[in-house]
């Protein structure tokens, strides 16, 4: 069974930082690419970042509101992603999902399974 | 970026009824589109992918059609377990961005 558990989250003050992890099973994790996506409270999805499997570099993708102040990374002994969130914002308060990332056909990569999510509150 | 606009914002429906959501994008997109179904509380799941690729475990009630700029998730023979918020999303360029979501609720 795929299994996809966050951790990590809880309440930061803006400016701070926090570090999210997720910890896979199930599946061959170095095979996969590995995305993170938020859910503001009462919003809707929004994609965070990625970071590709072995094959391809395990190179890293963001979207421009997070691009310098979050890192994505991985750890393949631990089957563990990790997102370090640094300089917070309260417009970064949200749920954070782990998700994994499946090839949908040529060179194509799209989600598949999620995790139940983290919360994270940036508040002072 | 690419924008990602679904009609209805939301809908109500029976049990039992054939319902049609709509996804445009602002520009094309090949097929490269997936529809994803959540309920209050929990993580998405993954409906569709390749616009009309049915996920493995996904009941055939669920289908999804559309090519370019234009697409549909339609959900025939309405099931009470299918009351849910449904969003599109493009993965054809960074970043990937979904639609505002759609909620299906009871009549």
């Known amino acids: 069974e795929i299994q996809l558990v966050e951790s990590g989250g809880g309440l930061v003050q803006p400016g701070g930082s926090l570090k999210l992890s997720c910890a896979a099973s199930?599946?061959?994790?170095?095979?996969?690419?590995m995305d993170w996506v938020r859910q503001a409270p009462g919003e809707g999805l929004e994609w965070v970042g990625r970071?590709?499997?072995?094959?391809?570099?395990?190179?890293?993708e963001y979207v421009a509101s997070v691009r310098g102040r979050f890192t994505v990374s991985r750890d393949e002994s631990q089957n563990s992603l990790f997102l370090q969130m640094n300089s917070l914002k309260t417009e970064d308060t949200a749920v954070y999902f782990c998700v994994r990332t499946a090839r949908r056909g040529g060179n194509s990569w799209n989600f598949d399974y999620w995790g139940q999510g983290s919360l994270v509150i940036v508040s002072s | 970026d690419i924008q990602m606009t679904q009609s209805p914002s939301s809908l109500s429906a029976s049990v039992g009824d054939r319902v049609a959501i709509t996804c445009r994008a602002s520009q094309g997109i090949s097929n490269y589109l997936a529809w994803f179904q959540q309920k209050p509380g929990k993580a998405p799941k993954s409906l569709i992918y390749a616009a009309s690729s049915l996920e493995s475990g996904v009941p055939s009630r669920f289908s999804g059609g559309g090519s370019g700029t234009e697409f549909t998730l339609t959900i025939s023979n309405l099931q009470p377990e299918d009351f849910a918020t449904y969003y599109c999303?493009?993965?054809?360029?960074?970043?990937?961005?979904f639609g505002q979501g759609t909620k299906v609720d009871i009549k």
């Open positions: 199930g599946f061959t994790f170095s095979d996969h690419y």
């Open positions: 970071t590709r499997n072995k094959a391809n570099g395990y190179s890293t």
């Open positions: 999303q493009h993965y054809d360029t960074y970043p990937p961005t």
